[in-house]
């Protein structure tokens, strides 16, 4: 699949008669005029839809089996629409996470997993990407139920891309090898990559299945077991495709899965002596005590893609109609929701007030309302405690007297719907362009020459991505290359691709995933030296 933006895949809209949606349902969203109105005019959903998906899994898996938490509790999941219980969820914690892992342990020593062909796990891997595909639907119906992310988004662009990536890591798998090296003297000298044992894993909430097949994909090809960890936002769909990979085959204590909380189960998982290597995705400040508990237990490795307050810079020499639609993507794609969000957006001050009108007019068509329903871009925040978070930064923006052009609100009377909002006149000192919101909040900040904008554009603590958009080469390869972020996109946005690598400079975290970056945080290297007796050459 060649590499695209993520919105590339989003024309195609879902139908009607899906097997998800009632039949009154499906007249409902063929009609969405009954049902959502764009935010200009209130857009908030007057009722919504009942996903007919059913939740069948919601305890943990352990040992190729779904078990209660040891303890017996469980907790709620919401539908971020209505903050309404979804489903009960089994609560993992410390015991839960010393099972998974023992189950973990015994299947990478004991196990068939790591001693299988390379290609037989690849095999598994590739049944396991089919079955995504069967059960695309599902899937996104679920995402979206428990996330609030679009239906459309989930099923023609996340989905597709868990099985792609699956795919491309089951490629990978029987490619893994060592070297022959020459040494001075009269040895054989040769290098194996060997798995590096029990992977802990913890995943976020905004992009759940996509997370989950960046740390599971590469821990997998390379031979490991795994002991993941959902967010407790949104449990749902691992446990689903848990369920499919031991379809596929995938043999028991390999993938375990266990829901629960950060200060519990998390905190178990990082600081446990017999796992052997943490992957990490989420707040820098979370990244910060993972690192610690890591470190301070048996000092395992550590992978960590944090947060960011990625620039988008806009040059005078830009195409401003393209320039407005790709920046009002690069932020408020997911809901605001995504780590590499182009959340600074500087822009010359040459065009800065044409782009600052049609930036806030395209916010104002910009439709909200329930996930499930045909034409929405934007649903629900994941939950209310990020939903007051991206509110207390719009209000600390209004104080700042950074200019207010559309939004700020709530949408709606219920759930966590936020308007779409941008704010113009930000300087860099204000808060809306120092922290993550993580939410529909675009600031737009003016910018005179390239010098100092590259100064402006680094001067933060975040270092994920950035993006570029002129029509000079000359432009984009300097500044590309004096950005200090660990991705930058040249006149596009959020292209991802199973081979590419993403990570961040400085608090955006260390190591990298996807591509064939992510294999080495799941190996480890031997050196083997066998001295040679008269050899015939050395």
């Known amino acids: 699949m060649a590499a695209r933006r ?25 009609n969405g005029s009954r049902i959502v109105r764009r935010f200009g005019t209130s857009s908030a959903a007057e009722e919504v839809i009942s996903p007919s998906v059913q939740v069948s899994y919601t305890k943990l898996l352990i040992d190729g089996n779904f078990v209660d938490a040891a303890s017996g ?76 992310k679009t239906y459309e988004q989930a099923l023609t662009a996340e989905i597709p891309m868990v099985a792609r990536l699956f795919r491309y890591y089951a490629g990978w798998a029987d490619k893994i090898h060592g070297l022959t090296v020459p040494a001075d003297g009269n040895y054989h000298v040769q290098t194996l990559h060997e798995p590096i044992g029990v992977a802990g894993q913890i995943i976020p909430w905004n992009f759940p299945l996509l997370m989950f097949a960046w740390k599971v994909g590469p821990a997998l090809a390379c031979g490991n077991t795994i002991v993941l960890k959902t967010a407790e936002q949104t449990p749902l769909t691992a446990f689903y ?35 052997d290597k943490l992957a990490f995705t989420g707040s820098t400040d979370t990244g910060k005590v993972i690192l610690g508990l890591a470190a301070n237990s048996n000092l395992k490795p550590v992978t960590l893609e944090l947060g960011g307050k990625s620039p988008f810079i806009v040059f005078e020499d830009a195409d401003i109609d393209k320039a407005v639609e790709l920046a009002h993507f690069a932020l408020f794609f997911n809901q605001g929701q995504c780590c ?11 065009v800065y007030d044409e782009f600052v009108e049609k930036a806030k007019a395209r916010a104002l068509k910009r439709v909200v309302g329930d996930p499930f329903k045909k034409g929405i871009e934007q649903g629900p925040q994941v939950d209310s405690k990020q939903f007051e978070k991206v509110m207390k930064y719009i209000r ?42 993580f ?30 958009f002129t029509k000079s080469l000359d432009t984009a390869n300097r500044v590309s290359r004096a950005l200090k972020a660990g991705t930058v996109w040249v006149n596009c946005f959020d292209v991802f691709d199973a081979a590419i690598p993403f990570g961040g400079y400085k608090m955006s975290g260390n190591g990298r995933e996807k591509g064939i970056y992510s294999l080495n945080n799941y190996l480890q290297v031997k050196a083997v030296v066998t001295p040679l007796n008269n050899p015939a050459w050395i």
């Open 6 to 30: 993520v919105s590339s895949l989003l024309p195609r809209s879902f139908s009607a008669s899906s097997p998800f949606l009632s039949r009154s349902q499906g007249r409902n969203l063929n």
């Open 396 to 437: 600390s923006g209004v104080e700042s007297n950074a200019t207010l052009e559309c939004g700020g609100g709530q949408v709606g009377d219920r759930g966590y719907f936020i308007q779409p909002t941008v704010f113009s006149n930000v300087k860099d000192d204000m808060l809306i362009a120092q922290d993550e919101i």
């Open 73 to 148: 509790k469980t907790f709620p999941t919401l539908d971020p629409r209505t903050g309404e219980v979804i489903a009960h969820v089994a609560e993992g914690d410390a015991e839960d996470v010393n099972r998974a892992v023992k189950a973990a342990r015994k299947a990478f020593d004991e196990g068939p997993w790591p001693k299988m062909t390379a290609y037989e796990r690849s095999r598994v891997m590739l049944r396991f990407a089919d079955l995504v595909e069967k059960h695309s639907e599902e899937l996104a119906a679920l995402e979206s139920w428990d996330n609030g």
């Open 439 to 468: 939410g529909p909040v675009q600031s737009i900040l003016k910018f005179s020459d390239v010098d100092e904008v590259i100064k402006r554009a680094n001067d933060t603590r975040y270092g994920l991505a950035a993006g570029v």
């Open 340 to 350: 590499c969000a182009g959340s600074r957006t500087y822009v010359h001050e040459k």
């Open 241 to 275: 495709v848990g369920k499919l990979f031991l379809e596929a085959g995938l043999p028991p204590g390999v993938l375990n899965i266990v829901s629960g909380f950060g200060a519990t189960a998390g905190a178990s998982l990082a600081s446990h002596m017999d796992v």
